[in-house]
C-alpha cells in the first residue's frame, strides 16, 4: 500500500510529464499546420505534372529513355522515407511492417530518414545509402535523393524502384503506401496525395491537344527526371505532414493521458488521508475512552 508521500511524488512527477508532452504537442501543432500546407499545396502541381506527361506520352511515338528500361527484376530498391524522430505513435511501426514485407535477399534499401536506416540496421538489411532532410523539405535536397535513384537504376544495380512512405489524410489519419517509382511505365501513374481514381477520369476526358517544340521526345526527355524529382520531393512534404500530425496528435493523447492519471491519482491520495485522519481519531477516542475507563 503506497503512503501519501509516495503518491505526492507520484502524482509531482506525472504533472512534469504533462507540461512536457504539452509544450512538444504545442511545437508539433505549430510545425504540422506548416507541413500540410505544403504537402496540400503541392498536390495540384503533381496532378498537372501527371496529366502533362500522359499527354506527351501520346505523341512522342516509340519514344524510348532509359528511365522508362523494363527488365526482368532480380534486384530491387526501395527508398524508404521515414522520420529521424520517435514519438509520434504508429507510425514508424507501420511503415517498417510494410518494409519487411519486402525480401531480404533481392531488395537493397534508400532511406531518408534516421529511423528507416535503423530498421534495416537492425534487420540486417542492405543499406545502399542514407539521406536526411529538413522540417520543411526542400526542392534540392529531394533532386539528391532522385539523381541516386536514378543512376542506380540506369547502371543496372538495379531493375526495379518501389518508394514506401506514410501518405497524409488528415490530421488523424496517415497510410503507409508503396508506389512504383522506375521503370517509368504508364505516365500516369499517380503521385503522392492525389487520388489514381480521379486523376484517370480527368485524363481519360480531357479534350485539350498540345503542340511541342522541338518535339513530343524531346521534352519527355527533359521532362522525366524532373518528373521523378518532383515525385520525391513531393513524398518528403508528405510524410513530414504525416510526421507531425501523428506527432501531435500521440502528445495530445499523452497529455489528456496524464491529466486523467493525476485526477485518479489525487482521488486516491485523498481517500488514503481520510482513511488515516479517521484511524487516528479512532485510536485518539479509543485511547480517550480507556482512561476514562
Known sequence: MPSTRDIRRRIKSVKNTAQ??????????????????????????????????AHVAEHAGDFTHPLMAKRDVRKRAVLLVSTDKGLCGALNSNLMREAAKFSKDTTVFV????????????????????????????????????????????????????????????????????LPLLPIGELKAVSAGVDSRALGATLEKSPLEYLFEPGADKVLGELLP????????????????????????????????????????????????????????????????????
Open 226 to 293: 524532373h518528373y521523378l524529382n518532383f515525385q520525391v520531393y513531393q513524398v518528403l512534404l508528405e510524410a513530414k505532414a504525416s510526421e507531425h500530425s501523428s506527432r501531435m496528435v500521440a502528445m495530445k493523447n499523452a497529455t489528456d493521458n496524464a491529466k486523467q492519471l493525476i485526477k485518479d491519482l489525487t482521488l486516491d491520495y485523498n481517500k488514503l488521508r481520510q482513511a488515516n485522519i479517521t484511524k487516528e481519531l479512532l485510536e485518539i477516542t479509543t485511547a480517550q475512552m480507556a482512561l476514562g475507563n
Open 20 to 53: 512536457i508532452t504539452r509544450a512538444m504537442q504545442m511545437v508539433a501543432s505549430s510545425k504540422m499546420r506548416k507541413a500540410q500546407q505544403l504537402a496540400l499545396a503541392g498536390r495540384p502541381y503533381a496532378a498537372l505534372m501527371n496529366n502533362m506527361l
Open 111 to 178: 532511406c531518408a530518414g534516421r529511423k528507416g536506416s535503423q530498421f534495416v540496421a537492425r534487420t540486417r538489411r542492405t543499406l545502399a545509402a542514407e539521406f536526411t532532410y529538413k522540417d520543411s523539405p526542400q526542392f534540392g535536397e529531394a533532386r539528391a535523393v532522385s539523381r541516386f535513384i536514378q543512376e542506380m537504376f540506369v547502371k543496372g544495380e538495379v531493375d526495379h524502384v518501389d518508394i514506401l512512405f506514410t501518405n497524409f489524410v488528415n490530421t488523424l489519419t496517415q497510410k503507409p503506401e508503396a
